[in-house]
């Protein structure tokens, strides 16, 4: 069987060599899930990424075949290679420019054959892992003249202060979190134990209602500060508000940095539930197909990079990442 819940959506893997070569090429999208095997938390499976980044990817092509007949998505089977991953045991990580080239790769014989949209889905917040996504779809864009993107970096861009996950649960009668704690719920936490709850409670570790907050600092103080290196705020209103928040996106950067260190998760975990679980899930799947359909329409055309684009040069620069890796031992590898 080649098809995956829909007539127009394949899986690579179980495809022919003479039915792929049947595929118009200039109506065919390629989306490649590159999602870490990663510790979340005591509670959740080290799988958890790849598991939200496979499953949305199959969600979103599903609903787009759908609402375009004349196009048809093909899913690469999930590749475990990330970097920033939590430095525990369990974790596996690979540095940026591995992560880049993997990617790359992965995608350059589509590129080369002509295949129109080429895209990476991934659920891994880690800044160098996302950079080096968009990074290599980049590439691919600049080399072959096709339209590529990282689609967990253009969610990132469409998300402002945290509010893609809390205006889907804002009105539920199980909510106990707030929205400034929502902000701070970076990894396995409120939003991911009820992403598990929902879509593999079966994988949830029973303890889940039992952990206690764990966060790097205050909610007052990561609201007056508005900056973390995750969202994408309201625009700057001028030069001086800039530079404050690419110091407040590195400061989040070094917090997050040294939480880890010492902790598995980061967030509100206690605070779930598979039902808003399934309204943060289905809210993800909307957002996600409001920006694949605009990748499906413009092309190269459009900018689906994330915020940090800008500090591309800074995040996957051969020295910081030899700093970063080898001199402090941030990163497990």
């Known amino acids: 069987?080649?098809?995956?819940?829909?007539?127009?959506?394949?899986?690579?893997?179980?495809?022919?060599?003479?039915?792929?070569?049947?595929?118009?090429?200039?109506?065919?999208?390629?989306?490649?899930?590159?999602?870490?095997?990663?510790?979340?938390?005591?509670?959740?499976?080290?799988?958890?990424?790849?598991?939200?980044?496979?499953?949305?990817?199959?969600?979103?092509?599903?609903?787009?075949?759908?609402?375009?007949?004349?196009?048809?998505?093909?899913?690469?089977?999930?590749?475990?290679?990330?970097a920033?991953?939590?430095?525990?045991?369990?974790?596996v990580n690979f540095p940026a420019r591995v992560v880049r080239e993997v990617a790359y790769y992965t995608l350059r014989p589509c590129a080369q054959h002509g295949?129109?949209?080429?895209?990476?889905?991934?659920?891994?917040?880690?800044?160098?892992?996302?950079?080096?996504?968009?990074?290599?779809?980049?590439?691919?864009?600049?080399?072959?003249?096709?339209?590529a993107l990282s689609m967990f970096s253009a969610v990132l861009k469409q998300v402002e202060e945290g509010k893609i996950?809390?205006?889907?649960?804002?009105?539920?009668?199980?909510?106990?979190?707030?929205?400034?704690?929502?902000?701070?719920?970076?990894?396995?936490?409120?939003?991911?134990?009820?992403?598990?709850?929902?879509l593999w409670p079966e994988l949830v570790e029973p303890e889940w209602p039992d952990l206690p907050p764990c966060v790097s600092q205050p909610e007052k103080a990561e609201r007056d500060a508005n900056g973390s290196f995750m969202y994408q705020y309201a625009k700057r209103s001028d030069a001086l508000d800039g530079l404050r928040r690419t110091k407040w996106i590195i400061e989040g950067v070094a917090r997050a940095i040294k939480h880890f260190r010492r902790e598995t998760y980061h967030g509100y975990p206690a605070f779930s539930s598979a039902e808003q679980g399934r309204l943060m899930w289905e809210h993800l799947i909307d957002v996600a197909c409001g920006v694949c359909r605009e990748f499906l329409e413009q092309g190269r055309a459009m900018d689906g990079h994330s915020p940090l684009w800008k500090f591309r040069h800074i995040f996957l620069s051969g020295t910081v990442n030899y700093v970063l890796d080898k001199q402090l031992k941030i990163y497990a590898e």
């Open 1 to 82: 069987m080649t098809k995956a819940n829909n007539e127009r959506v394949f899986q690579l893997e179980k495809m022919s060599h003479s039915a792929l070569k049947k595929l118009d090429r200039e109506h065919t999208c390629v989306i490649a899930t590159i999602s870490p095997l990663e510790v979340h938390g005591p509670h959740l499976p080290l799988g958890q990424d790849i598991f939200e980044a496979y499953t949305l990817a199959q969600r979103t092509a599903a609903a787009l075949a759908a609402q375009y007949a004349d196009w048809n998505f093909v899913l690469v089977p999930p590749v475990p290679v990330a």
């Open 84 to 91: 920033d991953a939590l430095p525990q045991m369990g974790s």
């Open 115 to 147: 295949f129109a949209r080429l895209a990476y889905s991934s659920f891994h917040g880690g800044p160098r892992h996302f950079l080096a996504l968009e990074a290599a779809a980049d590439a691919l864009s600049r080399e072959f003249n096709v339209a």
């Open 165 to 198: 996950f809390f205006d889907p649960i804002e009105d539920s009668p199980e909510r106990r979190i707030n929205l400034d704690q929502v902000r701070l719920d970076q990894h396995a936490g409120f939003v991911e134990t009820s992403f598990g709850l929902h």
